[in-house]
């Protein structure tokens, strides 16, 4: 079982940048591939970017890409977002998540944080 905590959001200006980490607990953390999805109020849940085990390839929702930076640090068994120029729009509870595959699909990840909250203000 591993258990994922997610830290770094916060409040932010528009036009801002915050970073969010995602450290595992298991030490069998470069077995998973690593995803972020997020979560707006009255929403459905919705894939963010995703990254394959070694890191070496990454993906992102299309509306995204530019702006948000995945990537990983098997040493310290965490995953990272990095996201640039936030809009209110981005505003969202932020989860990572840990599967076998680095794909869009929620369904595909066995485990989940509990969440952060990113709220972007105009």
């Given at each position: 079982?591993?258990?994922?905590?997610?830290?770094g959001g916060g409040l932010v200006?528009?036009?801002?940048?915050?970073?969010?980490?995602?450290?595992?607990?298991?030490?069998?953390?470069?077995?998973?591939?690593?995803?972020?999805?997020?979560?707006?109020?009255?929403?459905?849940?919705?894939?963010?970017?995703?990254?394959?085990?070694?890191?070496?390839?990454?993906?992102?929702?299309?509306?995204?890409?530019?702006?948000?930076?995945?990537?990983?640090?098997?040493?310290?068994?965490?995953?990272?977002?990095?996201?640039?120029s936030l809009k209110p729009e981005?505003?969202?509870?932020?989860?990572?998540?840990?599967?076998?595959?680095?794909?869009?699909?929620?369904?595909?990840?066995n485990y989940w944080g509990q969440?952060?909250?990113?709220?972007?203000?105009?």
């Amino acid at each position: 079982q591993v258990q994922l905590v997610e830290s770094g959001g916060g409040l932010v200006q528009a036009g801002g940048s915050l970073r969010l980490s995602c450290a595992a607990s298991d030490r069998s953390f470069s077995s998973y591939a690593m995803g972020w999805f997020r979560q707006a109020p009255g929403k459905e849940r919705e894939f963010v970017a995703a990254i394959t085990r070694s890191g070496g390839r990454t993906d992102y929702a299309d509306s995204l890409k530019g702006r948000f930076t995945i990537s990983r640090d098997n040493a310290k068994n965490t995953v990272y977002l990095q996201m640039n120029s936030l809009k209110p729009e981005d505003t969202a509870v932020y989860y990572c998540a840990a599967g076998w595959a680095a794909t869009r699909s929620r369904g595909e990840y066995n485990y989940w944080g509990q969440g952060t909250q990113v709220t972007v203000s105009s």
